[in-house]
């Protein structure tokens, strides 16, 4: 999704759909540079059985308030589950219910991993065809499928990715058929829910790789220990300072603290496994 985002600017009329959905928070909090290192180091401590991190000061782990409060995405409202129904469509019938919601349909079959599974470059590469043609006169229904195609995006490369990076599951149609029923629904349990799933198969060894909503992880670490916090970036005069979201007040200083990789884990894993304190 970054990718596609980097040097365009959405029109007005899309910034407005995606307000009302309660995701555009996200975009405005941005990209953060993922510190490998520290994510690694803290997963390592991460178990299964507890769903938390085991630490020399004790046990912590992130929590819904920590989802709401660090990324804005709110954890009340109904759960996001399926129709068991949906469960056993077939992968024509996902490509359907795709092209009626946002007029998209990849040619190559093979854009589809498994039955409900698209690659997110099909996505990418359609939004920017129709980035251009977005302009004051567009129907609404134009309005809505980019949207739709954007959050797609969104869920499959930064809320919800797998190990891959590039796929995204087309089950999220369900929810995103009625936009204004989006902020009805507790995005940020589902999010944190994935997350706690991804780190369980990392440490228990059934996936190589960790995935997930691995800023939130970060930006957890930086906020709740007080050797991990970076210095905020002052204040232009008169300016209030950006309470909430915290992740909002960080992603920018973030690209700028660079630490060699070999020192920054040794760093890390020494705070973790004897130097923090309570």
């Given at each position: 999704?970054?990718?596609?985002l ?6 007005p009329?899309?910034?407005?759909c995606?307000q009302?959905?309660?995701?555009y928070m ?11 290192s520290?994510n690694?180091?803290?997963i ?5 059985e507890?769903?938390t991190?085991h630490?020399p000061?004790?046990e ?15 954890v009340?409202g109904?759960p996001?589950?399926?129709?068991h ?5 077939t992968?024509?019938q996902?490509l ?5 919601l ?5 040619q190559?079959?093979?854009?589809l991993?498994?039955?409900s ?6 996505i990418?590469?359609?939004?920017e ?13 134009h309005?809505?499928?980019y949207?739709r195609?954007l ?6 490369g ?6 891959s990076g590039?796929?995204v599951?087309?089950?999220f ?9 989006l ?10 829910a994935?997350?706690y799933?991804?780190m ?5 060894g059934?996936?190589r790789?960790?995935a997930?909503?691995l ?6 670490a930086?906020e709740r220990?007080?050797q991990l916090?970076l ?5 232009a005069?008169?300016?209030p300072?950006?309470?909430l ?5 960080i ?7 660079h630490?060699?990789?070999i020192l920054?884990?040794?760093f890390?894993a020494?705070?973790?496994?004897g130097?923090i304190?309570?």
């Amino acid at each position: 999704m970054w990718d596609f985002l980097k040097g365009k600017i959405l029109h007005p009329r899309v910034v407005r759909c995606m307000q009302d959905t309660s995701f555009y928070m996200i975009l405005e909090i941005g990209q953060l540079q993922l510190d490998w290192s520290l994510n690694t180091a803290l997963i390592e401590q991460w178990r299964p059985e507890t769903h938390t991190f085991h630490l020399p000061i004790g046990e912590a782990t992130i929590t819904l308030e920590d989802m709401e409060v660090i990324y804005g995405l709110s954890v009340d409202g109904h759960p996001v589950a399926l129709p068991h129904a949906m469960r056993e469509l077939t992968g024509g019938q996902y490509l359907d219910m795709l092209q009626q919601l946002t007029g998209f349909r990849p040619q190559e079959e093979t854009a589809l991993a498994g039955a409900s599974r698209l690659q997110l470059t099909t996505i990418r590469d359609h939004l920017e065809v129709l980035h251009p043609s977005i302009t004051g006169d567009t129907p609404e229904l134009h309005i809505h499928r980019y949207t739709r195609l954007l959050l797609l995006l969104m869920f499959g490369g930064v809320l919800f990715p797998n190990t891959s990076g590039n796929l995204v599951s087309l089950r999220f149609l369900h929810h995103l058929e009625l936009l204004d029923d989006l902020p009805q629904y507790s995005w940020g349990a589902a999010v944190l829910a994935y997350l706690y799933k991804q780190m369980c198969r990392a440490t228990m060894g059934t996936q190589r790789d960790v995935a997930g909503f691995l800023p939130l992880l970060q930006v957890w670490a930086w906020e709740r220990f007080m050797q991990l916090q970076l210095p905020l970036p002052p204040l232009a005069p008169g300016v209030p300072p950006p309470f909430l979201p915290l992740a909002r007040r960080i992603t920018a200083l973030a690209f700028t603290v660079h630490i060699p990789n070999i020192l920054q884990r040794s760093f890390v894993a020494f705070l973790l496994n004897g130097f923090i304190k309570p």
